[in-house]
């Protein structure tokens, strides 16, 4: 499921067709690829700061801020005074395909958004035809927050709703399987956006704001073949913005920190 990427220069610079991304982000990708090839689990010890980066051929500073990067979004854990060790992957430690997930792979990330299409559109076909009143409330009020804080442009806060949001359809569709699946999706998405925006969004939040309010309240009139086609344009939409993203940042002169 792993594929080996190009090799980097010393300080992390990548060939010519992936500069658009800085080292550190092409470093982080690396070890990655080396923790899925040398198949250590959860728990194993890797290398120190200096090892990984012989072994990766770049410097210690660049490998210093992978290893970081690696560590916020739950892969790596640093203990201080024992080491650097594989973390395990959401939900997923006894399956070697998930939790060697690249999070910078675009194959890995379309496999992700196809996965996140069957479930999402399941759960808010079930949520429209079982939520309770309640619920569809939450829905409701997580939809209306999306589309304000995203209409104002705040990244942050527009997160924070859209999280509540399809959790909240998750939760009303009466399946913790579901529900636990939308969640494990959601992180390893989150892994992406880190690593390639910054946690900056891929597209425009405003739209998919709007997105929410539709599903709402096609959810709240229990019209559940509507709210399914919404929820499977909302996370279509969410693929193109993506891949737009990847592509202007590909074609830019130079995006690198």
Do not use: C, W
Request: glycine residues 6%; aromatic residues 6%; proline residues 5%.
């Amino acid at each position: 499921m792993t594929r080996n990427p190009a090799p980097l220069g010393p300080d992390g610079a990548a060939p010519e067709d992936d500069r658009y991304r800085p080292g550190y982000e092409l470093v982080a990708e690396r070890l990655l690829h080396y923790i899925a090839e040398e198949n250590l689990r959860p728990g194993d010890r890797l290398p120190t700061e200096q090892g990984l980066a012989e072994i990766l051929g770049v410097t210690r500073n660049v490998t210093r801020e992978a290893v970081k990067v690696l560590a916020a979004i739950g892969r790596l854990t640093v203990r201080r005074g024992a080491g650097i060790f594989v973390a395990a992957a959401p939900a997923v430690a006894d399956n070697d395909q998930l939790a060697h997930y690249q999070p910078t792979d675009m194959e890995h990330v379309l496999m992700l958004l196809d996965y996140r299409q069957v479930i999402e559109t399941e759960t808010a076909r079930r949520a429209a035809s079982i939520a309770t009143p309640l619920e569809v409330k939450s829905i409701r009020e997580a939809a209306l927050e999306s589309a304000e804080v995203g209409a104002a442009g705040d990244a942050d806060a527009f997160g924070h709703a859209d999280e509540l949001f399809h959790t909240a359809v998750a939760v009303a569709a009466h399946n913790v399987f579901l529900q636990s699946s939308v969640a494990t999706v959601r992180k390893f998405a989150a892994q992406s956006d880190v690593l390639l925006f910054h946690r900056m969004a891929p597209g425009s939040l405003e739209a998919a704001g709007r997105q929410h309010v539709e599903i709402a309240e096609a959810i709240g009139a229990g019209d559940a073949v509507r709210a399914m086609d919404l929820m499977a344009q909302h996370v279509d939409t969410t693929r193109h913005q993506f891949e737009n993203r990847i592509r202007d940042r590909l074609f830019s002169p130079d995006t690198r920190t």
